[in-house]
């Protein structure tokens, strides 16, 4: 699966940014969608991720209550809706897929197996 990550940008603390990644194909139910970001100097850490069948989220305690994922079935896109960023939330944000029939791989720990390109979001104080 390609994906193609977007929506990064320059926001002032407080704003909000909603970034895009759209699949090349049409995502298989069993597929699990992720976020990732990676900051200056940091290692790449988890976000958030979603169940494509089920729709059920999971989020990293830094971004609960902020961060929103959702998927289009029809576009083949997922979404985090980003609001009330922080200078800290400032880092390239990529998007991941790994298929899980299961259904029970942690999102958080799997390794993803597709990575789209990442985009910059820069959240200024």
């Known amino acids: 699966v390609q994906l193609q990550a977007s929506g990064g940008g320059l926001v002032q603390a407080g704003g909000s940014l909603r970034l895009s990644c759209a699949a090349s194909e049409r995502t298989f139910t069993s597929y699990i969608m992720g976020w990732f970001r990676q900051a200056p100097g940091k290692e790449r850490e988890f976000v958030a991720a979603i169940r494509w069948s089920r729709g059920s989220t999971f989020y990293a305690d830094s971004v609960k209550g902020r961060f929103t994922i959702s998927r289009d079935n029809a576009k083949n896109t997922v979404y985090l809706q980003m609001n009330s960023l922080r200078p800290e939330d400032t880092a390239v944000y990529y998007c991941?897929?790994?298929?899980?029939?299961?259904?029970?791989?942690?999102?958080?720990?799997?390794?993803?197996?597709?990575w789209g390109q990442g985009t910059l979001v820069t959240v200024s104080s």
């Open positions: 991941a897929a790994r298929n899980d029939p299961s259904g029970r791989l942690n999102p958080a720990l799997v390794r993803y197996d597709d």
